[in-house]
């Protein structure tokens, strides 16, 4: 996973304090200190014991704060459960973090829902300084703060970087759409939707970035059709290497036996041949076939390829108890999201409900 994982950064603080948790004893200060705020001792000694054992705390402190910003008696004793290393920073440390997230938060009250959901993330001070001209940057950039919060909780990760680097990321990006042909009037809402959709493209280097443009534009695909790949997989292209591309390209060409052209197009109609590895490909292509469709109808309609074997298996019983035949039929029905396929479903169910009008059927009218 490109995120970085709770433990992780658990694991960064943790390293920070002692590690030899068999020769040290609990803080029993810290302990009643957290008992008074009804935290449940057993579930930190089960997962994080490591925090009971510093000799310096602040629960008095840190819960003060959590209350002032308005969390109730049960919230504190949540946050605290979930992120016990929170009662390791200073006050200073948590009040400097509750006004950096204030820039962003359109009140306390969402500053503090938003804690109760991801304590970790905002208990980590480390990179303070990072966090704030990263959030600067990005508010400079154009981002709006709903979506800022949204980065903040959900890949935090991308604050921890030098905002320097983040901004060669965006530059490269840029001037990348440029040269394969976007206009500048666009850029700007180009650059804001890619970073939308996947923040986790800053985690990338300018030279991954580079290489993999190249790695398509040596493939064949024009810069429009690059521009066109990159909107569509939303930037998750960067997280690919050219190696696993290649790979997934060649087994889609054997197993639809095609040109490097017609290859081409396919990839364009379904860019997940080109972003899924090939044990994915070849698990989701056998799932098929063993539904009885046929690889001519996988190469008519390659986005079934982008559902999971579960989900397939599931529409397909689900269409087959309306006496549908996904073997003879268009595997059109199959495709989309959850809501896509409903509306399919529906359609295919309403026509089956529907009687049967015979137009010069005799109207039988009574005298």
Not at 125 to 130: G, P, W
Not at 208 to 219: D, M, S, T, V
């Amino acid at each position: 996973s490109i995120s970085s994982p709770p433990a992780f950064r658990s694991f960064l603080i943790h390293s920070t304090y002692t590690t030899d948790t068999k020769s040290r004893e609990e803080n029993k200060k810290t302990i009643e200190s957290l008992y008074r705020f009804s935290v449940d001792i057993k579930k930190i000694r089960r997962l994080k014991e490591w925090v009971l054992l510093q000799d310096t705390a602040y629960v008095k402190e840190i819960a003060g704060i959590l209350k002032e910003m308005g969390a109730d008696e049960t919230a504190v004793a949540n946050i605290l459960e979930r992120c016990p290393e929170a009662i390791l920073h200073t006050p200073a440390e948590i009040n400097s973090q509750r006004a950096l997230w204030q820039l962003v938060c359109q009140n306390e009250k969402q500053l503090i829902k938003l804690i109760e959901q991801f304590p970790e993330s905002f208990f980590t001070t480390e990179y303070h300084e990072n966090q704030k001209a990263n959030i600067l940057f990005f508010q400079e950039l154009g981002l709006k703060n709903n979506i800022i919060t949204r980065f903040l909780t959900s890949a935090p990760n991308i604050f921890y970087n030098p905002v320097e680097k983040n901004k060669n990321v965006i530059e490269t990006l840029q001037r990348n759409y440029l040269s394969l042909g976007g206009s500048h009037e666009n850029m700007k809402t180009w650059i804001l939707k890619l970073l939308s959709q996947n923040p986790f493209i800053l985690l990338n280097t300018s030279t991954a970035i580079q290489e993999n443009l190249e790695f398509l534009q040596k493939n064949g695909f024009t810069d429009p059709e690059v521009l066109q790949l990159l909107s569509k997989l939303k930037g998750f292209i960067f997280q690919l290497t050219s190696t696993t591309m290649q790979e997934s390209m060649l087994f889609s060409k054997n197993v639809f036996q095609c040109s490097d052209q017609e290859l081409k197009q396919l990839v364009l109609k379904c860019p997940a041949l080109l972003y899924y590895s090939v044990p994915v490909l070849e698990e989701r292509l056998e799932g098929l076939l063993k539904e009885g469709i046929s690889v001519a109808q996988i190469r008519e309609t390659p986005m079934v390829l982008e559902l999971t074997t579960q989900i397939v298996q599931y529409r397909i019983k689900k269409l087959a108890a309306l006496g549908y035949d996904i073997k003879s039929g268009t595997l059109e029905s199959l495709n989309g999201t959850k809501k896509d396929f409903e509306v399919s479903y529906g359609k295919i169910q309403s026509k089956k409900e529907r009687p049967i009008f015979n137009p010069v059927a005799p109207i039988h009218i009574e005298d």
